[in-house]
């Protein structure tokens, strides 16, 4: 099943060249912000020791500012939510309708903070429209410029990775940290938790996947394998479980489309990347 959106007027003001916006939305996405975040909350626990900065950190606060600042350049590049809507395949349709139905109702009527939680709901539509936002200004890009965007978060993963890595060989004495206990589940700067963490790692190790186990027949170890092994490393250490699931379903999905399986070579690449990385997290 493939789905077709029809032409409109792309710009480029801010990310340059159609060529080079790819490159720009992932050096914002996967460097710039995720260091942003690390550097606002750096913290050793499950919360800051500021009520406000937790509030923001809760409610992913620099992400949800720069998802709105991207689809407002997105809607000043001729992106027509009406008519990507109209192009989806009904059961999308269904599903997002499903979904926001869900996430509404269940914040009004279920939730202990009603308030807290559909502003949560309302922030699911903003991810909603960044993914439809991303998708409009980098349909224009090849594959190649795809490529680059992907290889530029697998770079930002490793920036994480490193400064990650430093905070936990170097943290401060136990009694400087609020509550005198450093929570290792939640002293990854920038992240709410480990298994947030995995989430971001899983979603980045899952597209490098698909570009192993589908890439040419002949094509060489390179980037792709290394950045797959960190972010299949990253993943299994932080033990999201879902994460994993994900990343076998997104397999899945791309097989059922793609209507064919891997390469053997592949296979058995992406099979050895994973056995080391899964030594590397134990």
């Not at 020791?49 to 407002?72: D, G, Q």
């Not at 109702?105 to 903070?113: F, H, N």
């Not at 094509?219 to 994900?246: C, E, K, M, N, V």
Request: proline share 5%; glycine share 8%.
């Amino acid at each position: 099943m493939s789905v077709s959106f029809p032409s409109s007027r792309i710009t480029a003001r801010t990310f340059g060249s159609v060529e080079s916006r790819a490159a720009w939305l992932g050096i914002a996405l996967g460097v710039v912000m995720p260091v942003v975040s690390a550097l606002a909350y750096p913290t050793y626990m499950h919360q800051m020791e500021v009520p406000a900065l937790e509030l923001s950190r809760l409610l992913e606060l620099p992400f949800v500012m720069f998802e709105l600042a991207i689809i407002f350049y997105a809607y000043r590049c001729g992106m027509d939510r009406s008519s990507m809507w109209q192009a989806l395949p009904r059961d999308i349709k269904v599903a997002v309708i499903a979904l926001l139905i869900g996430v509404f109702a269940s914040s009004a009527v279920l939730s202990a903070k009603p308030s807290f939680s559909l502003t949560m709901s309302l922030i699911t539509v903003v991810h909603l429209l960044f993914a439809l936002a991303t998708m409009h200004l980098l349909r224009a890009n090849s594959a190649r410029d795809r490529g680059v965007f992907l290889l530029i978060m697998g770079a930002g993963l490793g920036i994480m990775a490193t400064y990650t890595a430093w905070r936990f060989a170097f943290p401060p004495p136990a009694s400087e940290v609020m509550g005198g206990v450093i929570e290792w589940r939640s002293a990854i700067p920038g992240f709410i938790s480990v298994r947030h963490f995995g989430a971001w790692t899983g979603a980045i190790a899952a597209a490098f996947a698909i570009r192993i186990l589908y890439s040419r027949p002949d094509a060489p170890l390179g980037w792709d394998h290394l950045f797959y092994f960190l972010a299949a490393t990253l993943t299994i250490w932080s033990g999201t479980r879902a994460a994993i699931l994900a990343i076998v379903f997104a397999f899945a999905v791309i097989m059922l489309i793609q209507r064919r399986l891997p390469g053997v070579r592949d296979i058995g690449i992406a099979a050895i990347l994973t056995g080391l990385g899964m030594c590397f997290a134990w």
